[in-house]
């Protein structure tokens, strides 16, 4: 079965341009979490999805940040503009009820 | 609020040596208790988990117990091997069993 598919597993990119990161959950989850990485803070939860439904978004850092679920099957973050402090790994993570979070590989995004 | 603290790593140890990483909890209600396994350049990935004070999660050698007097969830291996080397999370989950809050990961090394 496939797991946690994120797009692209690596985005270099300048000060100010937009970027926008994918992720499509295992088949038959209904929660789906986004996360960032960074050696100073560690890894944040910054938003998650019940349902396609934003849940909690406290933890999306300011206003550049905002993030989609159209449907069961996908989602998108997006920076704009990015800034080089946005730099860090961004995982994916979906579970179902009753069961832990399966983490998708990441997205290393490196902000010049 | 809700934390987790680990263990400052790095821990270096050779192969066949028993490791412990203490893990610690503030929570309110009866939280679920993960461990999670990272390995270099991968997403997370599920280790062990226990829902439930006095509950022992197991997998591939690696065992944690809830203990909910001492708000403890210490990861415990009797023989590590090189392929164990990788950075750890504790973790621990809302009564919804929705959003993980992570500890700061402990990174493992082992030597042959």
């Known amino acids: 079965d496939a797991g946690v598919i994120q797009s692209p597993r690596h985005e270099v990119t300048e000060m100010g341009q937009e970027v926008t990161l994918r992720c499509k959950p295992i088949?038959?989850?209904?929660?789906l979490f986004w996360y960032r990485q960074t050696m100073m803070r560690g890894l944040e939860l910054l938003i998650y999805f019940n349902n396609n439904v934003p849940i909690d978004d406290s933890g999306m850092p300011e206003d550049r940040f905002s993030a989609k679920m159209p449907n069961a099957s996908f989602s998108t973050l997006k920076i704009q503009p990015s800034e080089p402090r946005d730099s860090a790994v961004y995982f994916c993570?979906?579970?179902?009820?009753?069961?832990?979070?399966?983490f998708g590989p990441g997205t290393r995004l490196t902000v010049l | 609020g809700n934390s987790v603290t680990q263990m400052e790593g790095p821990v270096t140890l050779s192969e066949e040596a028993f490791l412990t990483i203490n893990c610690t909890y503030t929570?309110?209600?009866?939280?679920?208790l993960f461990w999670y396994v990272q390995y270099p350049g991968e997403g997370l990935q599920l280790l062990l988990k226990a829902t439930k004070a006095d509950d022992k999660g197991s997998n591939k050698g690696f065992e944690a117990t809830y203990r909910k007097e001492t708000t403890s969830f210490h990861l415990e291996k009797g023989s590590v091997q090189v392929s164990d080397s990788a950075v750890y999370f504790c973790a621990l989950a809302n009564q919804a069993g929705t959003a993980l809050i992570f500890g700061k990961g402990t990174t493992l090394s082992v030597s042959s």
């Open positions: 088949s038959g989850h209904n929660s």
């Open positions: 993570a979906s579970r179902t009820s009753g069961s832990g979070q399966f």
């Open positions: 929570a309110t209600g009866y939280p679920s």
